[in-house]
């Protein structure tokens, strides 16, 4: 049912621009301006990008932790992403960037804030590896828990309509999500 959702999700991104006709991208929609480029409402924003985040807990089980770890360090061999680690704001829809890893916050500390109630890492993805990366994350989660999302500018619809849950649901945040129009850049 999930691949389904996932499907479901990532195939609505087709109508969406990708990194392929990124030239044939509105220059108002490649500079981050959305809103200015005539898309002013959050109600049909333009996808374009993904996030695929795994949530863990971090309560002193080692175990858990290092099977978290351990699925993102195959899922960083698998895409090849050693070395690209993700240099902008994870709010950053950033169309057009490679596929990288945001770095992980240490389990072991205290939550640093962010939408998350529980320790996680995360990954952008671009919308032509959506489907790709999505598959291959929820067939190999085991134990652990993933939110896939799109990235549009529109923070609140990007984590609470347009999301969705492999394994359990985990409440989130959605006073850490400022960023609401379309193509907003924190």
């Not at 695929?52 to 895409?79: C, G, M, P």
């Not at 960037?97 to 500390?109: I, S």
């Amino acid at each position: 049912m999930l691949l389904l959702v996932v499907l479901i999700l990532v195939g609505g991104a087709t109508g969406h621009y990708t990194v392929h006709d990124w030239a044939a991208m509105p220059k108002a929609v490649r500079n981050g301006g959305l809103q200015k480029g005539g898309i002013t409402t959050c109600e049909n924003a333009t996808i374009l990008s993904y996030h695929i985040h795994v949530l863990y807990w971090s309560n002193n089980n080692t175990e858990h932790i290092n099977s978290a770890f351990k699925l993102r360090d195959q899922f960083i061999e698998r895409f090849k992403l050693n070395g690209k680690v993700c240099d902008f704001s994870p709010a950053d829809p950033n169309p057009g960037h490679d596929m990288c890893a945001f770095r992980a916050e240490n389990p072991r500390y205290p939550i640093g804030g962010g939408p998350f109630l529980t320790h996680q890492y995360a990954f952008f993805v671009p919308i032509q590896q959506m489907t790709e990366a999505s598959s291959w994350i929820i067939q190999r989660r085991g134990e652990h828990d993933v939110f896939l999302h799109p990235n549009s500018g529109c923070s609140h619809n990007d984590h609470f309509l347009w999301s969705a849950f492999s394994g359990h649901a985990w409440q989130i945040d959605g006073s850490f999500l400022k960023c609401n129009y379309p193509g907003c850049k924190p």
